[in-house]
């Protein structure tokens, strides 16, 4: 098997080999994977970190050794912190990361990097001032980026930022953590998952204090929580129907 790590910004992954194909997530620099299946100008990859496979363009990734990857695996993760900071390459050119970044991996790639970072379990509290950071955040399907984020690109990522493990999609990360009775019992940092009307899980969201939720819906935004789901006050209804909520952590 090979082995590889992104050495740009943000690289979409798709879910077939073609350039105009569904995006269904990014991979952010400093990352690495496995490379599962390869074809002339594409490579299936599982990533590490949630085990979320698509398509990368072959340019857009260095090729890595077993044991660099193995050496990954056992290396802490040191996130940029900033919503947007500098990677000095060794011929002293700069390209910019976002927010997120592994910025532990620039050594190896041999890049220099001197900004805002963040590793280590966080106390739960930080999860908010974290989301924030995210707050009118365009949606953009398969993005987990200040530029652009999904429902649960943005509740992976504020829990990466904090030293926590999400999986990708809402309906995967419903899975984790303890279902609680009702939202009385829910601290800020707790998860609300919504389902449509097969009752498929399609929307996740991060509670606040005093009922309020943020969540990927148009944009990043601030809405009221109560026991239907979440109500839209520009709207005047309610957006998404409210289905179980979970304590991650």
Request: charged content about 25%; overall charge negative; proline content about 2%.
């Amino acid at each position: 098997m090979d082995y590889g790590i992104c050495n740009l910004s943000i690289v979409p992954l798709r879910a077939e080999a073609s350039d105009v194909s569904e995006m269904v997530t990014q991979v952010l620099y400093g990352e690495h994977f496995k490379i599962l299946e390869t074809r002339k100008k594409w490579s299936r990859i599982r990533l590490a970190f949630d085990n979320y496979e698509g398509w990368i363009d072959k340019k857009q990734y260095l090729t890595i050794a077993e044991a660099d990857y193995s050496d990954f695996e056992r290396k802490e993760l040191r996130l940029s912190s900033d919503l947007v900071d500098f990677i000095t390459t060794s011929d002293n050119q700069l390209f910019s990361i976002c927010l997120g970044s592994n910025v532990s991996g620039a050594p190896y790639l041999k890049n220099h990097f001197e900004g805002k970072s963040v590793s280590g379990i966080l106390p739960k509290e930080h999860l908010i001032e974290t989301a924030l950071l995210y707050l009118n955040t365009p949606y953009l399907w398969g993005g987990k980026t200040p530029f652009g984020i999904d429902c649960s690109g943005f509740t992976q990522m504020v829990y990466k930022l904090n030293g926590y493990e999400l999986l990708r999609d809402a309906s995967q990360q419903a899975t984790q953590g303890e279902a609680l009775s009702f939202i009385e019992e829910s601290e800020p940092g707790d998860l609300a998952f919504f389902d449509n009307e097969e009752g498929k899980i399609t929307h996740v969201g991060i509670i606040m204090a005093d009922n309020y939720i943020i969540h990927a819906h148009g944009k990043v935004r601030i809405d009221r929580l109560d026991h239907s789901g979440i109500f839209n006050y520009e709207l005047r209804n309610h957006t998404h129907k409210l289905r179980v909520i979970k304590r991650i952590i």
